[in-house]
């Protein structure tokens, strides 16, 4: 099992970028696919993105490829997610994820689950 902490929300305006970084404990990090999932008012929880173990395969949804970019440093068992341009459709909660497996981007392979963090973009 792996303990997911996200961090680096906040309010922004459109067009301003944010950093989540999720920190994550157990042995199990670097054999992991990890992603990043959100969750706006209303909606259902959807995928944003995902990297491979090694951190050479990426993916993302439609919606934020070309303005996030995912990435992952294995010596700090930590998971970031660079978000520019951002815009008011964006508002949600961010959640970082951890699957069982090398790579994925099916929502049923990740298995450990951070609390969140809110991303509220103003217009």
């Known amino acids: 099992q792996v303990q997911l902490v996200e961090s680096g929300g906040g309010l922004v305006q459109a067009g301003d970028s944010l950093r989540l970084s999720c920190a994550a404990s157990?042995?199990?990090?670097?054999?992991?696919?990890m992603g990043w999932f959100r969750q706006a008012p209303g909606q259902e929880r959807e995928f944003v993105a995902t990297?491979?173990?090694?951190?050479?395969?990426?993916g993302y949804a439609d919606s934020v490829r070309g303005r996030f970019t995912i990435s992952r440093d294995n010596a700090k068992n930590t998971v970031y997610l660079q978000m520019n341009n951002l815009k008011p459709e964006d508002t949600a909660v961010y959640y970082c994820?951890?699957?069982?497996?090398?790579?994925?981007?099916?929502?049923?392979?990740?298995?450990?689950w951070g609390q969140g963090t809110q991303v509220t973009v103003s217009s």
């Open positions: 990297i491979g173990w090694s951190g050479r395969s990426t």
């Open positions: 157990g042995r199990t990090f670097n054999n992991a696919a």
């Open positions: 994820a951890a699957a069982r497996v090398l790579y994925s981007n099916r929502m049923a392979d990740f298995v450990s």
